[in-house]
């Protein structure tokens, strides 16, 4: 940022040029650095004429001795608003909120509880003036010359929107951007976005804007199981389905399962995923039981329209009992057959795992689904098919049907 005799120059230059032009159009390239809405200043400012053009100094960062008198005033129990307020000179609330997650750490304290059952330790999370200093200072160092993603702001913010607002994840973001073409003047990889959001680099975005961190890339092994269901005799077995299937050759074999909700509420989420191109299919089921699924089955039938035995030519199922009719399952489908996985063996519907765990992000365990609206769970739907996806090239699901 320029030093203050650089501003006054500038000011002046303004003064000579703009005082009594016309405001045609007003436009907030950097919304984080105003401290109004960009909207509003847009509003505000166009039509304008420009009066007088001065300067008030330069932004300031928060000193080692204002912030221990902000861990005064927050151990006081005031509001990021009133410590702003109390502070000379007079912060942003937005200021103060930042840095209190800034220096937030977990303190433990011993339990006054006398109960048996008690935990021994209570924790919180407090705000201590001198783990925000050396966090500052620490991410001060982060951010010299070598730091490529401060050469190109527009970069930065286009990933921090992408994980704050849209819940994508660095993979697929650095992934889509290749995969459209790089438009920016500086290249990063995934793992450097990583190691940015660890440091603490961007403004916004943290550990836990996060969905999943980086495994390292191990996969589960798995055993072999190649029995039958004790109550599921009379199934077909997944061993019997067809190789187009099980290779993913060909569009029309998904995948079906059940996502509950809060525990002794009977609303459930059916979910089918088509194996090829991944596209997710969600229905409000009132219950569990048979003649409900097959009903939500019919449901989805009829939004997929068209020739559904062509779309649907085989479904794999576990061996929960609201999947045991495989009858009227196909008779709801109108498909070719209905498999089943052998028991304790998720992984062999591993597409529906895999799209079952992205849904709970948006419906947790414990979320009462019957409170959940059908154009709600329709939002949801749209988002994951149009999540691009490593496996296609970062194409989406819906691209990959559309390209069939």
């Not at 861990?71 to 702003?84: C, F, K, N």
């Not at 609206?373 to 691009?388: C, F, G, H, M, S």
Request: aromatic share 6%.
């Amino acid at each position: 940022m320029p030093e203050l005799p650089e501003l006054t120059v500038l000011a002046s230059q303004m003064r000579r040029e703009l005082t009594g032009k016309l405001i045609l159009r007003a436009e907030c390239l950097q919304p984080k650095c105003s401290n109004v809405e960009p909207g509003q200043l847009e509003v505000t400012l166009s039509g304008r004429r420009v009066g007088e053009t001065t300067n008030k100094g330069k932004w300031k960062q928060i000193s080692e001795k204002e912030r221990y008198k902000i861990e005064a005033l927050y151990e006081q129990g005031l509001r990021p608003a009133q410590i702003a307020e109390a502070l000379t000179p007079k912060r942003d609330r937005r200021t103060i909120e930042r840095e209190i997650r800034l220096g937030l750490v977990e303190q433990k304290r011993m339990n006054p509880s006398t109960s048996k059952y008690a935990p021994l330790h209570t924790s919180e999370l407090v705000y201590r003036a001198d783990t925000a200093q050396m966090r500052r200072e620490e991410r001060a160092s982060n951010k010299g010359r070598g730091l490529k993603i401060g050469h190109d702001q527009k970069l930065a913010d286009h990933i921090e929107k992408k994980i704050k607002c849209e819940k994508w994840s660095p993979d697929v973001i650095i992934g889509r951007l290749n995969a459209e073409g790089w438009k920016y003047s500086v290249t990063i990889c995934t793992k450097t976005v990583y190691n940015y959001i660890d440091k603490g680099i961007f403004r916004e975005v943290t550990n836990k804007d996060l969905w999943v961190k980086r495994d390292g890339g191990k996969k589960r092994k798995h055993k072999n199981i190649r029995t039958v269901a004790l109550n599921n005799k009379n199934g077909r077995s997944i061993s019997e389905r067809p190789k187009e299937a099980d290779d993913r050759s060909e569009q029309g074999h998904w995948e079906i399962d059940l996502v509950v909700g809060k525990q002794g509420k009977k609303a459930v989420i059916l979910t089918l995923v088509e194996r090829k191109t991944r596209k997710s299919l969600y229905v409000l089921v009132k219950n569990k039981t048979q003649k409900e699924v097959a009903a939500a089955i019919r449901r989805a039938r009829r939004r997929v329209g068209g020739d559904f035995s062509e779309v649907f030519k085989t479904i794999t199922a576990d061996n929960g009992s609201e999947f045991l009719d495989s009858k009227s399952i196909k008779k709801a489908a109108k498909c070719g057959e209905v498999y089943y996985a052998h028991p304790y063996s998720s992984w062999e519907r591993g597409s529906n795992e895999n799209g079952n765990r992205i849904l709970r992000r948006f419906v947790p365990k414990g979320t009462d689904i019957g409170k959940l609206t059908a154009k709600e769970l329709q939002r949801i739907e749209d988002w994951v098919n149009n999540y691009p996806r490593k496996i296609h090239g970062y194409k989406t699901a819906n691209e990959m049907m559309a390209a069939a």
